[in-house]
């Protein structure tokens, strides 16, 4: 029995949310690097090195 207040598939609404947070977050990084080219290429640069360091 369903909680009053409470969508009757949690797992769906909760996806549905996951999928649109995500969304919009990679909307932003690339909103962001856009915006400030120098600091992101720098950051970019930054995580080549880094995983060209880690070793598996």
């Known amino acids: 029995m369903p ?3 409470y969508p009757e ?3 769906a ?3 549905r ?3 649109e947070f995500l969304r919009e977050l990679k909307e932003a ?3 962001r690097e856009r915006v ?3 600091r992101a290429r720098t950051a ?3 995580l ?3 995983m060209r360091t880690f070793r598996w």
């Open 44 to 46: 970019r640069l930054r």
């Open 17 to 19: 949310r996951r999928a």
């Open 3 to 5: 909680k009053p207040g």
């Open 9 to 11: 598939r949690p797992d």
């Open 36 to 38: 400030r080219p120098r």
């Open 29 to 31: 990084k690339a909103l």
């Open 48 to 50: 080549q090195q880094r």
């Open 13 to 15: 609404d909760r996806s």
